[in-house]
């Protein structure tokens, strides 16, 4: 008669055993994320210059494709007719828009950067009168050496930073060469974006089931709907939030002009701009202008009060009527998911083409975690 082998493991041992398989497993694949996402941040780094400008060529090719479409199915035009028209109008447009407010627009900014000494002098003496015994603290721990150590560390990096924006007369010739490496791939943007206009195909993915022969069907599928998923999310968020942001400049531009703002026409267009970024226009402009309007000659709580409401009344009507009839539900992002994302892939991509991707990225990650989930993690 056999003896029957006791098991090797216990019921308890074998789930402790599974757990810590699961639990290695699940590490591992952060592990593998982290890695690629971090040679990925590199790889940006190291040539964004070369990518940023096909990458936005490629973006406004998404955001016009429908427009040279139009031109051709009702004007009756060739392609090529099709995107030249659409160059044309859009070079008279700039022009338009350059004559009838860029002087004005340049001037404000001119003026803007002149007068920060004048408003960092007056926020000095307001801080003094108001505030004199805070000062006189501040200035105590100034003279700290730790601390003193730590402010000449910060002033330091930010003069390389600025360095690097703005090089001396003494790096003049790395400057001229990165000015010009800048211009050039400005200039490249039109030429990449008039051969994307120009294939003959309205949909980039049409073709890409052809090159995808060595996965199977189920997982070919896969990987071109959630490519088309993010090309979709990639135009209805840039779209949406170009003329979204168009919108919010021009109505804060005129709120803070009629309220009597200085330079309330170039922070307007700027602020309303910088919402490209979710709330980072905000934000940096709320920043600005509230010790604007609260030091600036003739101004006070009342100004300040009265760009308050312009900001209040610009973002509710952003967030009843603009976002919900240009955007509707893209993204689906709850507005904490959206901040953490905007410094989530800023931080990770090392720079703006993080925080400019972030909604898009995250919409993405959303959309492949609920395919995955539906159909390999469902019993």
């Known amino acids: 008669m056999a003896v029957e082998t006791p098991p090797l493991l216990s019921p308890a041992q074998r789930k402790l055993v599974g757990f810590a398989l699961g639990f290695g497993a699940v590490v591992g694949i952060f592990a593998l994320i982290s890695l690629v996402m971090a040679g990925l941040g590199q790889f940006l780094r190291s040539f964004s210059s070369v990518i940023w400008p096909i990458a936005t060529a490629g973006i406004l090719a998404l955001i016009l494709r429908p427009v040279v479409a139009i031109f051709q199915r009702r004007l009756k035009l060739p392609r090529l007719t099709s995107v030249i028209l659409l160059y044309g109008l859009f070079v008279l447009a700039v022009a338009g828009l350059l004559f009838a407010f860029a002087p004005a627009v340049i001037s404000q900014v001119i003026d803007f950067i002149a007068y920060l000494p004048v408003l960092w002098q ?216 959206i901040i953490f994302a905007i410094f989530f892939w800023g931080h990770a991509f090392d720079g703006v083409l993080g925080m400019l991707l972030a909604v898009p990225l995250t919409a993405f990650v959303v959309t492949a975690w609920r395919l995955a989930r539906h159909k390999y993690f469902t019993a």
């Open 122 to 337: 007056n926020t000095l003496k307001w801080g003094e009168l108001h505030f004199p015994d805070w000062l006189s603290v501040a200035r105590r721990h100034l003279e700290n050496p730790a601390i003193k150590g730590v402010l000449d560390s910060l002033t330091q990096q930010a003069q390389d930073l600025l360095a690097q924006i703005a090089p001396s007369l003494k790096q003049a010739g790395a400057g001229i060469f990165g000015l010009f490496g800048f211009v050039a791939s400005l200039a490249i943007i039109p030429v990449y974006l008039f051969f994307f206009l120009l294939s003959g195909t309205n949909d980039p993915t049409q073709k890409l089931p052809e090159h995808l022969t060595f996965l199977k069907p189920q997982h070919r599928d896969d990987v071109v709907f959630l490519i088309r998923e993010f090309l979709g999310i990639i135009v209805a968020f840039f779209r949406g939030q170009i003329l979204i942001g168009l919108i919010m400049g021009v109505l804060l531009a005129i709120g803070f002009s009629i309220g009597g703002l200085r330079f309330g026409l170039a922070l307007g267009l700027l602020v309303g701009l910088l919402n490209i970024v979710p709330y980072l226009g905000s934000i940096l402009g709320l920043s600005i202008v509230i010790p604007l309007a609260f030091l600036q000659p003739g101004g006070g709580t009342g100004l300040v009060g009265l760009c308050l409401g312009v900001f209040v009344a610009v973002q509710l009507i952003e967030s009843w009527l603009l976002t919900p009839r240009i955007m509707g539900e893209q993204t689906g992002l709850h507005p904490v998911a």
